[in-house]
C-alpha cells in the first residue's frame, strides 16, 4: 500500500512540474473555449455537479479499470473571470492516462456574477460530487488531486487546507461527502 501511495504522488509531482513548464509558454492570447485536439472526448462530458449553469465538469476514465483508480481534478485559471475545462492540458492529460489515472476537468461560477467564495465553493463541491459517485465510476476517494494554474492554482490550495466541507446532515447527498483530497498543485499561484 505504501508503494502505491508513493507511486501516486510521485506521478502527480512529475505532472505538476511537466504542467508549471507548460504553462511558462502560454501567453493566453487565445480565449476561445475549444478543446485541444489531442485530447479524445471524455468519458463523461458536462455533467452536472450543481445547480448553477457553470457547475459542469467533464471526466475521463481509464479503460478496462478493474480497481479504483486514483482521480486528478484539473481547475482552470483565468483571474475567476475566465478560462475553463477546455483548458486541460494535452501532455498531463496524457500522462495520467499513461498511468490508468482518470482526470477531471471543471467549470465553476465566475466572480463577475458570483462573489468570493462561488468560485471555490464549487470547486470543493466538484471534489464532493466526485466522491458521491465513485463506485459508479470507480475511482478511488481516497486518492483524489487537485491542481490548477493561477486562479485553479489558489482554488486548489484552498481546498487543500480548508476545513473539510462535508456536512453530514445535510440533506443533500453531495454535500455529505468529504472535500478532503489527498494531493494538490500550485502552477503560478497567488502565493
Given at each position: 500500500m ?25 501567453d ?8 485541444n ?12 455537479y450543481?445547480?448553477?449553469e457553470?457547475n459542469v ?15 486528478v481534478i484539473f ?5 475567476f ?8 492540458s494535452?501532455?498531463?492529460?496524457a ?24 468560485p471555490?465553493?464549487?470547486?470543493a ?9 465513485a ?11 487537485v491542481y490548477?494554474?493561477?486562479?485553479g ?13 462535508a456536512?453530514p ?5 453531495v ?8 494531493c494538490a ?5 497567488q502565493s
Amino acid at each position: 500500500m505504501k508503494s502505491t501511495s508513493f507511486r501516486f504522488t510521485a506521478l502527480l509531482l512529475a505532472l505538476f512540474l511537466l504542467a508549471s513548464g507548460l504553462s511558462c509558454a502560454k501567453d493566453g492570447a487565445d480565449k476561445t473555449p475549444v478543446r485541444n485536439a489531442a485530447i479524445p472526448a471524455p468519458t463523461h462530458a458536462n455533467l452536472a455537479y450543481g445547480p448553477f449553469e457553470r457547475n459542469v465538469l467533464d471526466l475521463w476514465l481509464p479503460e478496462h479499470a478493474d480497481a479504483p483508480v486514483p482521480l486528478v481534478i484539473f481547475i482552470h485559471g483565468g483571474g475567476f473571470i475566465d478560462g475553463g475545462k477546455e483548458n486541460l492540458s494535452p501532455e498531463v492529460y496524457a500522462a495520467c492516462r499513461e498511468h490508468g489515472v482518470a482526470v477531471a476537468a471543471i467549470n465553476y461560477r465566475f466572480i463577475t456574477t458570483d462573489p468570493f467564495p462561488a468560485p471555490l465553493r464549487d470547486s470543493a463541491r466538484a471534489v464532493q460530487y466526485l466522491k458521491s459517485r465513485a463506485a459508479e465510476f470507480k475511482l478511488d476517494p481516497k486518492r483524489f488531486a487537485v491542481y490548477g494554474g493561477s486562479a485553479g492554482a489558489g482554488t486548489s490550495m484552498w481546498i487543500a487546507f480548508h476545513d473539510d466541507l462535508a456536512n453530514p446532515a445535510s440533506a443533500d447527498p453531495v454535500e455529505r461527502e468529504s472535500s478532503r483530497v489527498a494531493c494538490a498543485g500550485s502552477i503560478a499561484g497567488q502565493s
